[in-house]
């Protein structure tokens, strides 16, 4: 796949391309139908196939007080467009500056000017443009006036739900794993980093990899999970708590994400590995002590083996 970023793009450097404008959190199965429709005409058109997606999400530079926490980090979404075999992605380096210019004037000098468009394809709820002015009508309107076809798409729903980012991260704020996953259309995942922690996972008989990642990516909530864990080229079924271990440290708050690798041997520091969600299991819960906490460990390892195997 190539990506290129829209302030270094040079005119004229795509013929008529096939375009779509979008964040693309999570690359859902809402998503993917847009997908396949903008590959459906640049096909039937002989044309390139172009994902345009702004990074940072626009929330996160406008409204820095009040975070939201993506689906997707922008290597993990470009990751996902690939398999979804996009091979031409823009990325527009979203700034207070770009958050400023008008749609008309976007589409005018971004979409004509330097991508030289004959489609635009917009999701159902797709808008772009200071302060979100660029909407279906204002976008038809221009479309007009530069010569170019605009696609506009209906919702894609599972059931009665639309499928869209945010009632995925619903369903995992509510730790419904198998909804969020079903409007993915792919196992909810997180990547980090297995850092050094208190090592107590391993006086218990339950050694786990304690995790860092993006602090505004997405987690479900807190609990213990059964999940898929991928390190290097191998997946091992494990469990994982996402939570405060108020039985070992009750005074301390601070998230930790730990994670427990069943048939695993090995020393995973320092490595990045991924972990897919498939169920929640149960909540968090503060035993007696550390004998009890050992015993429900048991359980929750019996469970997931179940679950996973």
């Given at each position: 796949?190539?990506?290129?970023?829209?302030s270094e793009l040079r005119k004229g450097i795509f013929n008529k391309p096939v375009v779509t404008v979008g964040i693309f959190d999570g690359v859902?199965?809402?998503?993917?139908?847009?997908?396949?429709?903008?590959?459906?005409?640049?096909?039937?058109?002989?044309?390139?196939?172009?994902?345009?997606?702004?990074?940072?999400?626009?929330?996160?530079?406008?409204?820095?007080?009040?975070?939201?926490?993506?689906?997707?980090?922008?290597?993990?979404?470009?990751?996902?467009?690939?398999?979804?075999?996009?091979?031409?992605?823009?990325?527009?380096?979203?700034?207070?500056?770009?958050?400023?210019?008008?749609?008309?004037?976007?589409?005018?000098?971004?979409?004509?000017?330097?991508?030289?468009?004959?489609?635009?394809?917009?999701?159902?709820?797709?808008?772009?443009?200071?302060?979100?002015?660029?909407?279906?009508?204002?976008?038809?309107?221009?479309?007009?006036?530069?010569?170019?076809?605009?696609?506009?798409?209906?919702?894609?729903?599972?059931?009665?739900?639309?499928?869209?980012?945010?009632?995925?991260?619903?369903?995992?704020?509510?730790g419904n794993i198998e909804m969020a996953n079903e409007l993915l259309g792919y196992q909810f995942f997180i990547k980090g980093k297995v850092i050094?922690?208190?090592?107590?996972?391993?006086?218990?008989?339950?050694?786990?990899?304690?995790?860092?990642?993006?602090?505004?990516?997405?987690?479900?909530?807190?609990?213990?999970?059964?999940?898929?864990?991928?390190?290097?080229?191998?997946?091992?079924?494990?469990?994982?708590?996402?939570?405060?271990?108020?039985?070992?440290?009750p005074i301390i708050k601070e998230k930790t994400l730990e994670v427990h690798l069943l048939n695993f041997e090995g020393n995973l520091y320092e490595?990045?590995?991924?972990?897919?969600?498939?169920?929640?299991?149960?909540?968090?819960?503060?035993?007696?002590?550390?004998?009890?906490?050992?015993?429900?460990?048991?359980?929750?390892?019996?469970?997931?083996?179940?679950?996973?195997?």
């Amino acid at each position: 796949m190539e990506i290129f970023h829209f302030s270094e793009l040079r005119k004229g450097i795509f013929n008529k391309p096939v375009v779509t404008v979008g964040i693309f959190d999570g690359v859902h199965q809402g998503h993917v139908s847009l997908l396949n429709q903008l590959k459906n005409i640049s096909t039937r058109e002989s044309s390139d196939a172009i994902v345009v997606t702004l990074w940072p999400h626009p929330r996160m530079v406008l409204y820095p007080d009040k975070p939201i926490k993506l689906l997707t980090t922008l290597d993990e979404k470009l990751t996902l467009l690939e398999k979804n075999n996009i091979k031409k992605v823009v990325v527009i380096d979203f700034d207070r500056q770009f958050a400023s210019i008008s749609a008309q004037d976007f589409i005018r000098n971004g979409l004509v000017g330097t991508l030289n468009l004959s489609y635009l394809l917009l999701g159902y709820d797709n808008h772009f443009g200071h302060n979100k002015e660029g909407k279906v009508d204002v976008v038809k309107q221009e479309a007009e006036k530069w010569g170019f076809k605009v696609v506009h798409l209906a919702p894609v729903f599972s059931g009665e739900e639309v499928i869209s980012s945010t009632n995925i991260r619903l369903y995992l704020e509510l730790g419904n794993i198998e909804m969020a996953n079903e409007l993915l259309g792919y196992q909810f995942f997180i990547k980090g980093k297995v850092i050094l922690g208190k090592q107590l996972g391993r006086t218990l008989n339950f050694p786990t990899a304690n995790l860092q990642v993006e602090t505004y990516k997405m987690l479900p909530r807190i609990g213990v999970y059964a999940v898929w864990v991928q390190v290097d080229t191998k997946t091992y079924p494990g469990m994982m708590n996402i939570g405060f271990r108020p039985t070992i440290n009750p005074i301390i708050k601070e998230k930790t994400l730990e994670v427990h690798l069943l048939n695993f041997e090995g020393n995973l520091y320092e490595k990045e590995i991924t972990v897919s969600f498939v169920k929640r299991i149960r909540d968090e819960i503060k035993f007696s002590g550390i004998e009890e906490l050992k015993q429900q460990l048991q359980r929750d390892r019996d469970m997931v083996l179940k679950l996973l195997t």
